[in-house]
Nanobody, 126 residues
């Protein structure tokens, strides 16, 4: 059984930084494509960033490009989201998603991920 657990959310002032972590267990970690999504109140879940199995390929939503960095440590079965220059509009519940893939590609949609964490709240005050 695959388990996905996020951590690292919290309250931060605008312009500040946070690092989210996510551990995915249950299968060889390096076989997962991974991504972060977020959902603000009253809005649909949206893509934030994705990383391929090896970590060689990454992709970002335009709204976070240049501010957020996704990375993974396959030895620690962990994926990270470093968030800098945070804005109030970044306030949301952030979700980690994992999906078993046979290719070293990135995947950008909710439907492409089978396993999800419970979410971690990120609140950015102005």
């Amino acid at each position: 059984q695959v388990q996905v657990v996020e951590s690292g959310g919290g309250l931060v002032q605008a312009g500040g930084s946070l690092r989210l972590s996510c551990v995915a267990s249950g299968r060889t970690f390096s076989s997962y494509a991974l991504a972060w999504f977020r959902q603000a109140p009253g809005k649909e879940r949206e893509f934030v960033a994705a990383i391929s199995r090896s970590g060689s390929n990454t992709y970002y939503a335009d709204s976070v490009k240049g501010r957020f960095t996704i990375s993974r440590d396959n030895a620690r079965s962990t994926v990270y989201l470093q968030m800098n220059s945070l804005k109030p509009e970044d306030t949301a519940v952030f979700y980690c998603a994992a999906g078993y893939r046979s290719t070293d590609s990135v995947y950008l949609t909710v439907a492409q991920y089978a396993y999800w964490g419970q979410g971690t709240q990120v609140t950015v005050s102005s």
